[in-house]
């Protein structure tokens, strides 16, 4: 793991979003919550075909648990296709999603004890810092962009997630270009699923040339030729530093199935 000082010194872009980040959103929280730390000791790192990460068993057994128990009522879940930047209508995908805490949003975040936990444990400065430095180079790379230019205000998003239908759940996608790292976390497959599930509800990456595609550029996953295929498990997260290459999508399409999962986000936003 990359140290905090070679970090400052190797990676100054990636060093003061970090040091931005425990001043503004990891500042008051518990030491105690920091208990996704030792999931990353299992975490499996891979360069292909870019770099990305899974870790099973990432929540604590009960929070997972807790999790599940408590997964907000469907009628608390909005078309992911209302919030997209840009053109709403160029999304692909069946996603519903229901927002548990937008840091710098407007409305207050969910505050029951289990997403309370949940939101701070992956919050926590701590794991935030222990994460990136596991991607310093591709995430100081990434802060380098022109786009990037004006956005030094750290933020974070967490997202409880659901993927049902007949129709794609994500199409192949670069994630939008402020979102510097996303964890989705697989939690259960419900309804008729088959030897073909954990492939179509897991995340399929593509091969992608720099440039070749634009972020938050949507189109079908079955126009790509999958390059890897990360397969769903119960609390397995996939884990992706965001670039100009990262390419990936959810296939879905099996009419019955319903898939829940936690996305985080961690943002580089405008003052």
Same mark, same amino acid.
């Given at each position: 793991m990359t140290t905090t000082g070679q970090t400052t010194t190797a990676h100054p872009r990636l060093a003061r979003y970090l040091d931005g980040y425990q001043q503004v959103i990891g500042a008051d929280i518990p030491a105690g919550a920091a208990e996704l730390l030792p999931a990353l000791d299992r975490l499996n790192v891979h360069d292909a075909p870019f770099p990305f990460a899974t870790v099973d068993d990432f929540l604590p057994e009960d929070l997972y648990r807790s999790v599940l128990a408590n997964w907000p009522s469907q009628s608390g879940f909005d078309p992911v296709a209302r919030f997209v930047e840009g053109q709403p209508k160029a999304y692909l995908g069946n996603r519903k999603e229901r927002i548990i805490e937008n840091f710098a949003g407007s409305d207050a975040p969910m505050a029951t004890e289990t997403w309370n936990r949940t939101r701070l444990a992956l919050r926590h400065p701590e794991f935030v810092r222990a994460l990136f430095e =596991? *991607?310093?180079?591709?995430?100081?790379?990434?802060?380098?962009? +022109? =786009?990037? /230019?004006? =956005?030094?205000?750290? $933020? *974070?998003? &967490?997202?409880? $997630? /659901? +993927? %049902?239908?007949? %129709?794609?759940?994500?199409?192949?996608?670069? +994630?939008?270009?402020?979102? &510097?790292? %996303?964890?989705?976390?697989?939690? /259960? &497959?419900?309804?008729n699923t088959d030897e073909t599930s954990v492939n179509r509800y897991g995340t399929a990456l593509y091969e992608c040339r720099a440039g070749e595609h634009d972020f938050l550029n949507f189109s079908s996953n079955a126009a790509h030729r999958t390059a890897r295929q990360v397969q769903f498990a119960p609390n397995r997260a996939f884990i992706m530093p965001n670039s100009p290459v990262s390419l990936h999508g959810v296939a879905g399409s099996q009419d019955g199935v319903l898939r829940k999962t936690l996305m985080t986000g961690y943002w580089a936003n405008k003052q």
């Open positions: =596991r *991607f310093a180079g591709p995430l100081e790379e990434h802060l380098g962009l +022109d =786009r990037l /230019q004006d =956005r030094d205000q750290p $933020n *974070f998003k &967490l997202y409880a $997630n /659901q +993927d %049902t239908g007949a %129709t794609e759940a994500l199409g192949a996608h670069l +994630d939008a270009a402020p979102k &510097l790292l %996303t964890i989705v976390v697989y939690l /259960q &497959l419900e309804g």
